[in-house]
């Protein structure tokens, strides 16, 4: 029998799809915004709740407490509220989608879960919505 050397074995590098994942998460950020098909939700802003969710490569090494190792939730939050000010958008499903695009700009985000509810839409319903997940290619 051959005997192995183990202070002489490296690891195999890890592919992109065998590293480590976390969850990066948004809940309930509520944006006021102008957001329908009809005109008088092409008027007046209406609240809007977003949830999102995303799967996220580890940082390689240490995080050491650095702000540059680490997904942003505040940088995304604010990409969605300067995106909700700038134009009037039909349907919550375009929403999501942009929502989704915003989350996935970051090279170690590999899935976007987005939850779009506009909040006073339909009487008698707390809410109505959709709820997308889209993944990197």
């Known amino acids: 029998m051959n005997k ?15 590293r480590a994942t976390h969850r990066v998460f948004i809940n309930d950020l509520l944006v006021d915004m102008l957001i329908g098909i009809y005109d008088h939700e092409k008027a007046r802003k209406q609240p809007v709740r977003i949830n999102i969710s995303l799967t996220v490569l580890d940082h390689i090494g240490p995080i050491n407490d650095d702000y540059h190792n680490v997904v942003c939730y505040e940088s995304i939050a604010n990409s969605i509220k300067n995106l909700v000010k700038e134009e009037h958008i039909n349907l919550v499903e375009t929403l999501a989608d942009k929502v989704a695009n915003i989350c996935l700009e970051n090279q170690r985000t590999l899935s976007a879960t987005v939850k779009v509810e506009k909040l006073q839409a339909v009487s008698d319903a707390g809410s109505v919505g959709v709820e997308i997940t889209r993944t990197k290619n």
């Open 4 to 18: 192995v050397d183990r202070n002489n074995v490296a690891a195999l590098p890890l592919t992109e799809e065998d």
